[in-house]
C-alpha cells in the first residue's frame, strides 16, 4: 500500500486542523491505520489507530479529547482531526497502516508496515 498525508500546516494555539492520509494499493479496509508524530529532536510517537472498519479507537492520552481518528474506506482515507491544539503538538505527522489482514490496532512503530511521508503540522503560541 503506498500512503500519502497532506493537511499540515501553520495554526495558531488552539485552532483546529484535519489531515488527510490517502491510500492505494491493496484493500484499504485490510489494514488497521495510525497516525504517529516526531517532534524536532525527538523520537516517532504514537498519536492515535483505527481498527480496519472504524472501530477500536485508541489514542494517545496526550490527544485524548482533542483529536479524532476516523476513516472512510469507500474513498480509501484516515483523517486525522485536530482541535485545540497546542504549541507541543507541532511535529511531523505520519500515517501508517499495519499488516494486511491484521486485527491488532497497534500504539509501537513496529507493529506498522507502510508509511507515508509526512505532513508537518506547526502551531504557533
Known amino acids: 500500500v503506498q500512503l500519502q498525508a497532506f493537511g499540515g500546516g501553520p495554526v495558531q494555539a488552539g485552532g483546529s486542523l484535519r489531515l488527510s492520509c490517502a491510500a492505494s494499493?491493496?484493500?484499504?479496509?485490510?489494514?488497521?491505520m495510525g497516525w504517529f508524530r516526531q517532534a524536532p529532536g525527538k523520537e516517532r510517537e504514537f498519536v492515535a489507530a483505527i481498527g480496519r472498519y472504524g472501530g477500536s479507537l485508541r489514542y494517545a492520552d496526550s490527544v485524548k479529547g482533542r483529536f479524532t481518528i476516523s476513516r472512510d474506506n469507500a474513498k480509501n482515507t484516515v483523517y486525522l482531526q485536530m482541535s485545540s491544539l497546542k504549541p507541543e503538538d507541532t511535529a511531523v505527522y505520519y500515517c501508517a497502516a499495519g499488516n494486511y489482514g491484521s486485527r491488532v490496532v497497534g500504539t509501537t512503530r513496529s507493529e506498522y508496515d507502510y508509511w507515508g511521508q509526512g505532513t508537518l503540522v506547526t502551531v504557533s503560541s
Open positions: 494499493g491493496r484493500t484499504f479496509s485490510g489494514y488497521v
